[in-house]
């Protein structure tokens, strides 16, 4: 079966083998500058992360809350992956380094989807459903939705105006759609959309984990498998399809992927908007390169840093007086504002 991002036939879509291949700047390739040590560098500190997670604070029975923060820090993790991959994919297929699947309103459509489930069966119909079974066709449904919502708007790539207003536009309506849903269903029925609705990363469903997992798995081994495609996928169209990429047909199977990963990190934690575009932004400024591969394991490994510490740190030094979501937001809305405000001067 032929790969949907294999070069078209009677061409071939070289591999760049230097960042300058994609626009961006050579940089040393020794010492403490290049992409790799930098990497190197972002792991430790993803490194310290998890082990500050999983030790400060240790009380009572050690066993229990070692078995119970390594749930947590699973799901940290696999939310930390799927936000960054999919936000990296997205920003190269629609050709800016603004827009991302949550800013286009891809996780209001999944809580949407969700509303309409719990509308259609009921309550108590919905919750008896195997909960693997009901996320993979919710996830499945929402990455063709989104697909098919998202593809034809490729064709306005450059036009970052008009691909704000309808991911502003989209998602306002998938979020006004889920809360007229929510009032239409019985009150005792209202609190399961409701949770839905917000993110929150001090109650995770433990029954998805395993499901989440290896979605987000296998999609991140596709997505790396295509990284070279990706390289050439950020020339533009005109320079990708000259090159020999399938353009249609790997943006097609790329968005799938972005729907995939964008279900399974709401499916835990809740949507969160700015997660993605605030570790795309740190990773290209850290790793210093444009390539895929350097910039999706920087994009990766900050996630990391940024949910596991920032969990631990609000957690053992401030009590939990701040919830996690609520701090990503507010500096990654600041880092949207700023790449905004970069891109009109």
């Keep these: ?38 990497l190197l560098l972002l792991a430790a500190g993803a490194a310290l992360s998890v082990l500050a997670f999983m030790t400060v604070g240790l009380k009572g029975g050690l066993a229990f809350a070692l078995e119970l923060r390594a749930v947590r820090l699973a799901a940290l993790v696999e939310v930390a992956v799927a936000v960054a991959v999919s936000t990296v994919v997205f920003q190269t297929i629609t050709g800016n380094r603004i827009l991302t699947p949550s800013i286009m309103g891809l ?6 989807l969700q509303a309409l489930a719990v509308f259609t069966l009921g309550g108590l119909g919905y919750a008896m459903l195997p909960a693997t079974a009901k996320f993979l066709g919710e996830a499945g449904l929402m990455a063709l939705l989104g697909t098919a919502l998202f593809l034809p708007l490729l064709s306005r790539r450059g036009d970052i105006p008009t691909l704000l207003l309808a991911g502003v536009v989209l998602g306002v309506l998938f979020r006004s759609l889920s809360l007229m849903v929510a009032r239409l269903i019985d009150p005792n029925e209202f609190a399961i959309v409701q949770s839905a609705r917000y993110a929150d990363f001090n109650t995770l469903d433990a029954t998805l984990l395993v499901p989440c997992l290896g979605l987000t798995g296998l999609g991140t081994l596709l997505v790396w498998r295509a990284r070279h495609v990706l390289d050439v996928m950020a020339l533009g169209r005109e320079a990708a399809v000259g090159l020999g990429v399938a353009w249609r047909r790997s943006a097609t199977a790329l968005l799938v992927l972005v729907g995939a990963l964008t279900a399974a990190s709401t499916a835990l934690v809740g949507p969160v908007a700015f997660l993605g575009l605030l570790v795309v932004a740190l990773a290209e400024r850290t790793v210093g390169t444009v390539r895929h591969g350097p910039l999706l394991l920087g994009a990766m490994l900050l996630a990391v840093i940024l949910l596991v510490g920032g969990q631990t740190i609000l957690a053992q030094l401030l009590d939990n007086v701040l919830t996690l979501g609520i701090v990503i937001e507010f500096f990654g809305g600041l880092a949207f504002l700023i790449l905004i405000t970069r891109r009109r001067r």
């Excluded at 032929?2 to 070069?7: D, E, T």
């Excluded at 230097?18 to 992409?35: D, H, I, K, Q, Y």
């Design 107 to 112: 996780d209001a459509l999944y809580s949407l």
């Design 1 to 38: 079966m032929k790969s949907p991002w294999a070069p078209s036939s009677g061409s071939s879509a070289p591999r760049p083998s230097s960042p300058s291949c994609c626009g961006g700047r050579a940089l040393a390739e020794r010492g403490w500058t290049s992409p790799k040590a930098r």
